[in-house]
């Protein structure tokens, strides 16, 4: 299940790679503890609390989508992000609303899945070093070893030998012959129409199964040979339906969904005609959000307690342009603010992940070190808002499209350069970037 992380903790984990934006952190974390407080309650009390659950409204490029990411990390739920533009209403061609629940059951299964094979790996390992082994014994001392009692302790002192080299790798470089799975075979195709995925997936597995599985011997080297079996082995040893079981609950206690782009399903509301993508998409989302059951191939998932949270910019619409129904599934609605100078230049500097961190770390692979002045920084923070102020406002996105024009030279040229010390000051700023701001028409194109 979930950590057991407090709020401030979730904020102050958020803190490390978004700047700014606190109240939509607040309520993320507030949101994220309520899931675990729910958890500990009785399971009667349990059944009765609905998630709250979040729209976050606000221009592209200031941080609702890295909030959503970022979440993904601080937490052990299932988490699915997907585009509401992707859907269509039921009856068309498209995806419907209810694949991103079966997308979200297979991400479970398939990270749960890793973790058992990471667990039982050592297992898996040592199974595998007794078929190199096996692979490794010479037919005829084999055939010794089983049938005549007398060369029981010659044999056994051979694979004892055998097997203290093949751990100290002095067997990696010599070849056996391994039937390996010949994954060949041609590929089934199911064309389904919306609605209809589940279908697909079901026939192709069940198709998958009646085919016969073909082999094929290959002479592979023994560090090779010892990876594969590994692999085949932890498959083996995996109780799968344990982990299809878990996975379902998982998603059903603690899942979470990201709907990014949620403004692009809101109609235009003066058309009898019926939009597929839009309205429609909304009364098929409903059910989902207010709490249905889904068919998966894992087996029916609810979706009462999964939080959905949403996010939008809404430009050419506003969330009470939704359907009513909708607009109460989702009752906590953040503003993010529109990043500044101020945002821009914490942005370039401050998180873990800073971009110009990223660039230094990047030339340094070429024997340049990179450095940044306090008002070189300053500058790109004051040309990033100057260009979203005039063009379009595309948030710290901006900052990437600066910093690649800033740099472009230095980067074609750092293998060859002589001077491996290069310092970015306010005026190599100015004399890289002044002439593309100043004429608007050409910003436009450029930045």
């Given at each position: ?16 790679y978004i700047i700014g934006q606190d109240n939509a952190k607040k309520a993320v974390a507030i949101a994220l503890r309520n899931r675990w407080r729910r958890m500990q ?313 800073a971009l110009l961190l990223q660039y230094i770390a990047l030339l340094r692979t070429e024997g340049v070190e990179l450095s940044f002045t306090d008002d070189g920084v ?32 230095i980067l074609f040229q750092a293998p060859d350069v002589k001077e491996k010390n290069i310092e970015i000051d306010a005026g190599f700023v100015d004399s890289q970037l ?14």
């Amino acid at each position: 299940m979930m950590k057991d992380l407090k709020p401030s903790q979730i904020v102050d984990e958020l803190n490390k790679y978004i700047i700014g934006q606190d109240n939509a952190k607040k309520a993320v974390a507030i949101a994220l503890r309520n899931r675990w407080r729910r958890m500990q309650l009785d399971p009667e009390l349990q059944e009765e609390i609905a998630p709250k659950n979040i729209i976050l409204i606000g221009s592209t490029g200031i941080g609702k989508t890295e909030i959503a990411r970022r979440l993904a990390n601080l937490t052990d739920s299932p988490f699915y992000k997907v585009e509401a533009s992707k859907f269509t209403e039921v009856g068309y061609v498209g995806r419907d609303v209810e694949s991103m629940i079966r997308d979200l059951v297979e991400l479970t299964v398939n990270r749960l899945k890793t973790k058992e094979q990471e667990r039982v790996q050592e297992k898996a390992c040592q199974i595998a070093e007794e078929r190199v082994l096996d692979l490794l014994l010479p037919p005829k001392e084999k055939q010794s070893l089983d049938s005549n009692s007398e060369f029981d302790n010659s044999g056994a002192n051979t694979r004892k030998k055998l097997k203290t080299m093949l751990q100290n790798g002095k067997l990696d470089s010599r070849e056996v012959e391994l039937d390996i799975n010949d994954t060949s075979s041609p590929v089934i195709e199911i064309f389904s129409n919306a609605g209809m995925e589940e279908m697909g997936v079901n026939m192709k597995d069940m198709l998958g199964n009646l085919m016969p599985k073909n082999t094929k011997k290959r002479k592979i080297k023994v560090v090779d040979a010892l990876k594969i079996i590994a692999q085949e082995e932890a498959a083996h040893l995996v109780d799968m339906e344990k982990v299809k079981t878990d996975a379902v609950h998982m998603v059903e206690q603690s899942g979470i969904i990201f709907l990014d782009e949620i403004d692009k399903i809101v109609g235009k509301g003066n058309s009898n005609n019926p939009d597929v993508s839009k309205e429609g998409v909304q009364r098929d989302l409903l059910p989902i959000v207010e709490g249905s059951s889904v068919p998966t191939k894992y087996g029916i998932v609810n979706t009462d307690h999964i939080l959905f949270m949403a996010s939008g910019a809404f430009h050419m619409s506003k969330p009470s342009d939704l359907i009513p129904e909708l607009q109460g599934r989702f009752p906590i609605r953040v503003e993010l603010h529109s990043l500044g100078k101020k945002e821009f230049a914490q942005i370039l500097t401050t998180p873990k992940n800073a971009l110009l961190l990223q660039y230094i770390a990047l030339l340094r692979t070429e024997g340049v070190e990179l450095s940044f002045t306090d008002d070189g920084v300053d500058r790109i923070a004051a040309i990033a808002e100057e260009v979203n102020n005039t063009t379009e406002n595309i948030g710290a996105r901006r900052l990437h499209t600066l910093m690649e024009k800033l740099l472009e030279n230095i980067l074609f040229q750092a293998p060859d350069v002589k001077e491996k010390n290069i310092e970015i000051d306010a005026g190599f700023v100015d004399s890289q970037l002044k002439d593309i701001v100043e004429n608007e028409d050409l910003s436009r194109y450029i930045l």
